[in-house]
């Protein structure tokens, strides 16, 4: 079991940027899949973005292309989020995900490891 504990979340205005991080600890890493999801208030849990430990394969969701970016430091186990142009539809708890399974997925379900999630509020 992995655990992940998420920071960097808070209050910006739309068109600023946050830079979200995931603390990773507990198994090594190189097999893998890494996610950020988020959900706002009476929505359920969207994918955002995913990367693979191992190689620079990169996925997102189109709400986010272009604006996101999703990277990881395999040498401190730590993922980040780095959101710019945000908007106040971006306002919504974000979590940090891992999975081991070979395919990159977007659903929730096929994640078996979760931090407990960091409040992002875009202000328009």
């Known amino acids: 079991q992995v655990q992940l504990v998420e920071s960097g979340g808070g209050l910006v205005q739309a068109g600023g940027s946050l830079r979200l991080s995931c603390a990773a600890s507990?198994?090594?890493?190189?097999?893998?899949?890494m996610g950020w999801f988020r959900q706002a208030p009476g929505k359920e849990r969207e994918f955002v973005a995913a990367i693979r430990w191992i190689g620079s394969a990169t996925y997102y969701a189109d709400s986010v292309k272009g604006r996101f970016t999703i990277s990881r430091d395999n040498a401190k186990n730590t993922l980040y989020l780095q959101m710019n142009s945000l908007k106040a539809e971006d306002t919504a708890v974000y979590y940090c995900a891992a999975t081991r399974k070979v395919v990159v997925s977007t659903t929730p379900t096929d994640f078996g490891s979760w931090g407990q999630g960091t409040q992002v509020t875009v202000s328009s």
């Open positions: 507990g198994r090594t890493f190189s097999s893998y899949i």
